[in-house]
């Protein structure tokens, strides 16, 4: 068994005192723009805690994405602090719609921390994640 690094446990036992300490924690601001070409790429920018109470915000918004027609989307990490295991659920529960639709979720601008955790899951495997919007474009400029 796998054991998970010892510094994401830290920042879940922090985040669990944080929470029976009556602190709201939860709080999630997301940001969607249209990036570039024909492709439709989005990018999401989720700022503040992806959890169990602020996931149905993301679900909504990919889904709202999905029923556009916009199946290239782009998440950028850099404002996302913690990502639950219900974050990582609503991507790959939008997985197979988009990729029927020829299109992907790729990841960009992830902490070490969150990409850590990230690979511990094999979500690597499902996913990619980029170091740049600009990369994360070219990619789907190559799905065509």
Known sequence: ??????????NVVKYEKQMKAGMKMSQ????????AGDRNVHLIRPT?????????E???????????????IVIDMSGTSYISSAGWGIFIGSLRKIRENNGDIVFI????????????????????????????????????
């Open 1 to 10: 068994m796998q054991q998970t690094p010892s510094h994401h446990r830290i």
């Open 28 to 35: 999630l601001k997301l940001e969607v723009e249209r990036l």
């Open 48 to 56: 503040g805690l992806i959890d169990i109470i602020t996931s149905p």
């Open 58 to 72: 993301l679900d909504i918004c990919i889904a709202d994405l999905i029923d556009n027609n916009n199946f290239c």
């Open 109 to 144: 601008n992830m902490s070490d921390e969150i990409k850590d955790f990230f690979i511990t899951l094999n979500l690597d495997s499902r996913f990619s994640f980029f170091d740049s919007k600009e990369d994360a474009i070219i990619f789907f400029a190559q799905k065509q």
